[in-house]
Nanobody, 119 residues
Framework: QLHLVESGGGFVQPGGSLTLSCTAS????????IGWFRQALGKEREGVSC????????VYADSVKGRFTISRDHSKNTVYLQMNNLKADDTGVYYC????????????WGQGTQVTVSS
């Protein structure tokens, strides 16, 4: 079973930055679309960003456009989510997902990493 591993979460003050990483040892992520979701306490899970498998095109939720950047390092089999100018509303558990070509929904999920933005 594929295990996605997220890292990089933590506590940061508003306006600060964090970089999340997503990697997997059992599978080449370069052939998969990788996404980031988040879920705040008491709220529904929402999609944050994704990067395609074929040309590394990126998509962002309106709430993070201009502040978050998703990228892929093919040599390290790792996808990153650079988060700048963080706000309290960005607080939540962030999940990395991987989707095979043609999948409508993620095929694999990580266990999540907590991001807390607070003064």
């Amino acid at each position: 079973q594929l295990h996605l591993v997220e890292s990089g979460g933590g506590f940061v003050q508003p306006g600060g930055s964090l970089t999340l990483s997503c990697t997997a040892s059992e599978l080449n992520l370069n052939g998969l679309a990788i996404g980031w979701f988040r879920q705040a306490l008491g709220k529904e899970r929402e999609g944050v960003s994704c990067i395609t498998s074929y040309d590394d095109s990126t998509v962002y939720a309106d709430s993070v456009k201009g502040r978050f950047t998703i990228s892929r390092d093919h040599s390290k089999n790792t996808v990153y989510l650079q988060m700048n100018n963080l706000k309290a509303d960005d607080t939540g558990v962030y999940y990395c997902t991987a989707s095979k070509i043609g999948s409508r929904n993620p095929d694999y999920w990580g266990q999540g990493t907590q991001v807390t933005v607070s003064s």
